[in-house]
Protein backbone atom coordinates (compact mmCIF):
# COMPACT_ATOMS: atom_id res chain seq x y z
CA UNK A 1 0.00 0.00 0.00
CA UNK A 2 2.22 2.47 0.80
CA UNK A 3 4.26 1.79 -2.66
CA UNK A 4 1.14 2.41 -3.95
CA UNK A 5 0.76 6.13 -2.11
CA UNK A 6 4.48 6.80 -3.03
CA UNK A 7 3.44 6.30 -6.91
CA UNK A 8 1.06 8.27 -6.75
CA UNK A 9 2.65 11.01 -5.10
CA UNK A 10 5.64 10.77 -7.07
CA UNK A 11 4.63 9.37 -10.86
CA UNK A 12 7.75 10.31 -12.21
CA UNK A 13 9.97 8.00 -9.84
CA UNK A 14 8.27 5.04 -11.44
CA UNK A 15 8.13 5.51 -14.48
CA UNK A 16 11.64 3.83 -14.83
CA UNK A 17 12.73 3.69 -18.62
CA UNK A 18 9.95 6.66 -19.39
CA UNK A 19 11.43 9.05 -17.63
CA UNK A 20 14.51 11.30 -18.25
CA UNK A 21 16.62 12.06 -15.40
CA UNK A 22 18.23 15.08 -16.54
CA UNK A 23 14.37 16.71 -17.34
CA UNK A 24 13.89 15.67 -13.82
CA UNK A 25 16.85 17.26 -12.45
CA UNK A 26 16.02 20.58 -14.07
CA UNK A 27 12.60 20.56 -13.26
CA UNK A 28 13.68 20.41 -9.25
CA UNK A 29 16.14 22.88 -10.45
CA UNK A 30 13.87 25.61 -12.15
CA UNK A 31 11.59 25.00 -9.04
CA UNK A 32 14.11 25.92 -6.40
CA UNK A 33 15.13 28.72 -7.83
CA UNK A 34 12.06 30.27 -8.75
CA UNK A 35 11.48 29.88 -4.83
CA UNK A 36 13.97 31.54 -4.21
CA UNK A 37 13.16 34.22 -6.72
CA UNK A 38 9.53 34.78 -5.04
CA UNK A 39 10.80 34.68 -1.28
CA UNK A 40 13.93 37.20 -2.29
CA UNK A 41 10.97 39.79 -3.88
CA UNK A 42 8.65 39.49 -1.12
CA UNK A 43 11.11 40.09 1.64
CA UNK A 44 12.74 43.21 -0.86
CA UNK A 45 8.68 44.46 -1.09
CA UNK A 46 8.01 43.75 2.47
CA UNK A 47 11.05 46.24 3.43
CA UNK A 48 10.62 48.78 0.73
CA UNK A 49 6.49 49.60 1.90
CA UNK A 50 6.79 48.82 5.07
CA UNK A 51 10.40 49.48 6.23
CA UNK A 52 8.88 53.17 8.59
CA UNK A 53 6.65 50.68 10.27
CA UNK A 54 9.38 48.14 11.04
CA UNK A 55 12.05 50.78 12.40
CA UNK A 56 9.06 52.26 14.50
CA UNK A 57 8.11 49.23 16.11
CA UNK A 58 11.43 48.51 16.67
CA UNK A 59 12.50 51.62 18.43
CA UNK A 60 8.98 51.12 20.78
CA UNK A 61 9.89 47.80 21.69
CA UNK A 62 13.53 48.75 22.54
CA UNK A 63 12.18 51.51 24.62
CA UNK A 64 10.02 48.82 26.43
CA UNK A 65 13.14 46.70 26.84
CA UNK A 66 15.03 49.73 28.04
CA UNK A 67 12.36 50.34 30.84
CA UNK A 68 12.55 46.73 32.23
CA UNK A 69 9.48 45.29 30.06
CA UNK A 70 9.27 41.08 29.13
CA UNK A 71 7.88 39.87 25.52
CA UNK A 72 5.51 37.73 25.36
CA UNK A 73 5.11 36.33 21.29
CA UNK A 74 2.67 33.93 20.06
CA UNK A 75 1.16 32.16 16.66
CA UNK A 76 -0.04 28.82 15.31
CA UNK A 77 1.44 26.34 13.55
CA UNK A 78 4.71 27.52 11.53
CA UNK A 79 3.55 30.70 13.45
CA UNK A 80 4.45 29.39 16.81
CA UNK A 81 7.69 27.87 15.55
CA UNK A 82 8.55 31.57 14.67
CA UNK A 83 7.85 32.09 18.14
CA UNK A 84 9.92 29.99 19.39
CA UNK A 85 12.86 31.25 16.85
CA UNK A 86 12.16 34.71 18.06
CA UNK A 87 12.14 33.34 21.96
CA UNK A 88 15.46 31.80 21.55
CA UNK A 89 17.32 34.88 19.54
CA UNK A 90 16.43 37.48 22.55
CA UNK A 91 17.61 34.88 25.36
CA UNK A 92 20.67 33.82 23.43
CA UNK A 93 22.00 36.25 20.66
CA UNK A 94 23.91 34.62 18.26
CA UNK A 95 26.08 37.79 17.73
CA UNK A 96 28.30 38.41 19.60
CA UNK A 97 28.09 41.03 22.18
CA UNK A 98 24.48 41.46 22.03
CA UNK A 99 23.14 41.31 25.49
CA UNK A 100 20.20 38.86 26.16
CA UNK A 101 16.56 40.40 26.42
CA UNK A 102 13.55 38.76 28.64
CA UNK A 103 11.38 37.20 25.80
CA UNK A 104 8.78 33.77 25.93
CA UNK A 105 7.15 32.36 23.86
CA UNK A 106 4.00 31.37 25.06
CA UNK A 107 3.79 28.69 22.71
CA UNK A 108 5.63 25.80 24.04
CA UNK A 109 3.96 24.87 27.67
CA UNK A 110 2.12 21.79 26.26
CA UNK A 111 0.14 21.64 29.52
CA UNK A 112 -0.98 25.06 29.75
CA UNK A 113 -2.29 24.69 26.02
CA UNK A 114 -4.04 21.86 26.26
CA UNK A 115 -5.95 22.82 29.78
CA UNK A 116 -7.12 25.78 28.62
CA UNK A 117 -8.00 24.57 25.12
CA UNK A 118 -9.55 21.56 26.57
CA UNK A 119 -11.35 23.22 29.77
CA UNK A 120 -12.20 26.86 28.42
CA UNK A 121 -11.87 27.35 24.33
CA UNK A 122 -8.51 27.29 22.13
CA UNK A 123 -9.15 31.02 21.46
CA UNK A 124 -8.31 31.79 24.59
CA UNK A 125 -4.66 29.94 25.04
CA UNK A 126 -2.82 33.44 24.60
CA UNK A 127 -5.45 35.21 26.36
CA UNK A 128 -5.29 33.41 29.60
CA UNK A 129 -1.24 33.65 29.84
CA UNK A 130 -1.15 37.16 28.69
CA UNK A 131 -3.49 37.60 32.35
CA UNK A 132 -1.23 35.58 33.76
CA UNK A 133 2.35 37.14 33.06
CA UNK A 134 1.37 40.69 31.43
CA UNK A 135 2.62 43.44 33.11
CA UNK A 136 1.76 47.44 31.72
CA UNK A 137 5.13 48.23 29.37
CA UNK A 138 5.59 44.70 28.71
CA UNK A 139 5.12 43.70 24.79
CA UNK A 140 2.64 41.39 23.26
CA UNK A 141 4.08 40.27 19.57
CA UNK A 142 1.74 38.24 18.08
CA UNK A 143 2.30 36.26 14.55
CA UNK A 144 0.04 35.11 11.74
CA UNK A 145 0.31 34.86 8.15
CA UNK A 146 -3.66 34.96 7.07
CA UNK A 147 -4.08 37.99 9.79
CA UNK A 148 -7.69 36.66 11.26
CA UNK A 149 -6.12 33.55 13.75
CA UNK A 150 -8.66 34.28 16.51
CA UNK A 151 -6.51 33.57 19.45
CA UNK A 152 -4.00 35.64 17.98
CA UNK A 153 -6.36 38.56 17.96
CA UNK A 154 -7.52 38.31 21.85
CA UNK A 155 -4.34 37.90 22.79
CA UNK A 156 -3.83 41.10 21.80
CA UNK A 157 -6.47 43.01 22.44
CA UNK A 158 -5.91 41.33 25.99
CA UNK A 159 -2.52 42.49 25.92
CA UNK A 160 -3.52 46.15 25.01
CA UNK A 161 -6.14 46.16 27.67
CA UNK A 162 -3.28 45.54 30.32
CA UNK A 163 -1.31 48.15 29.30
CA UNK A 164 0.97 46.35 26.81
CA UNK A 165 2.95 47.60 23.88
CA UNK A 166 1.05 45.75 20.68
CA UNK A 167 2.79 44.30 17.51
CA UNK A 168 1.70 42.28 15.14
CA UNK A 169 3.70 40.19 12.12
CA UNK A 170 0.92 39.46 9.61
CA UNK A 171 0.93 38.33 5.88
CA UNK A 172 -2.23 38.87 3.35
CA UNK A 173 -3.80 42.26 3.82
CA UNK A 174 -3.29 41.88 7.09
CA UNK A 175 -6.99 40.60 8.36
CA UNK A 176 -8.72 41.78 11.51
CA UNK A 177 -5.73 41.05 13.21
CA UNK A 178 -4.23 43.78 11.24
CA UNK A 179 -7.32 46.22 11.23
CA UNK A 180 -7.69 45.79 14.72
CA UNK A 181 -7.27 48.98 16.66
CA UNK A 182 -5.78 46.89 19.83
CA UNK A 183 -2.85 46.69 17.79
CA UNK A 184 0.24 49.55 17.73
CA UNK A 185 2.37 48.31 15.10
CA UNK A 186 1.34 46.32 12.11
CA UNK A 187 4.18 44.43 10.08
CA UNK A 188 2.46 43.81 6.98
CA UNK A 189 3.65 40.89 4.45
CA UNK A 190 2.04 41.18 0.87
CA UNK A 191 1.26 37.78 -0.09
CA UNK A 192 -1.11 35.65 -0.60
CA UNK A 193 0.86 32.35 -0.71
CA UNK A 194 1.22 30.78 3.04
CA UNK A 195 4.95 29.49 2.67
CA UNK A 196 6.51 32.55 1.15
CA UNK A 197 4.65 34.33 3.42
CA UNK A 198 5.98 33.02 6.50
CA UNK A 199 9.95 32.51 4.74
CA UNK A 200 9.61 36.40 4.71
CA UNK A 201 7.60 37.30 8.38
CA UNK A 202 11.72 35.07 9.16
CA UNK A 203 13.35 38.36 7.89
CA UNK A 204 10.64 40.90 9.43
CA UNK A 205 11.50 39.15 12.95
CA UNK A 206 15.44 39.24 12.83
CA UNK A 207 15.47 42.86 11.28
CA UNK A 208 13.15 43.42 14.23
CA UNK A 209 16.03 42.09 16.53
CA UNK A 210 18.89 43.64 15.17
CA UNK A 211 16.87 46.78 14.96
CA UNK A 212 16.29 46.13 18.79
CA UNK A 213 19.48 45.72 19.42
CA UNK A 214 21.26 48.89 17.46
CA UNK A 215 18.43 51.36 19.11
CA UNK A 216 19.15 50.15 22.78
CA UNK A 217 23.02 50.26 21.86
CA UNK A 218 22.80 53.92 20.66
CA UNK A 219 20.64 54.35 23.99
CA UNK A 220 23.48 53.17 26.29
CA UNK A 221 25.80 55.25 24.11
CA UNK A 222 24.51 57.99 24.64
CA UNK A 223 23.45 57.51 28.36
CA UNK A 224 27.01 56.95 29.39
CA UNK A 225 28.28 60.57 27.67
Known amino acids: MAERYEEILYPFLFERDRADPQAVL ?8 QKAED ?15 IVRAALAMADAFARGGTL ?31 CYALTVDTAVIT ?3 NDVHFENIFLRQ ?8 DIALGISTSGNSPNVLKGLEQAKRQGMLTVAVVGYDGGQIGRSPAVDHVLLTPSTYVPRIQEAQGTVLHLLWELIHRALEARERRETR
Open 26 to 33: ASVVESSR
Open 39 to 53: VIALRRTSWERGKEA
Open 72 to 102: YVFGNGGSATDAQDVAADFMRPALPGRRPLP
Open 115 to 117: AIG
Open 130 to 137: IIAFGRPG
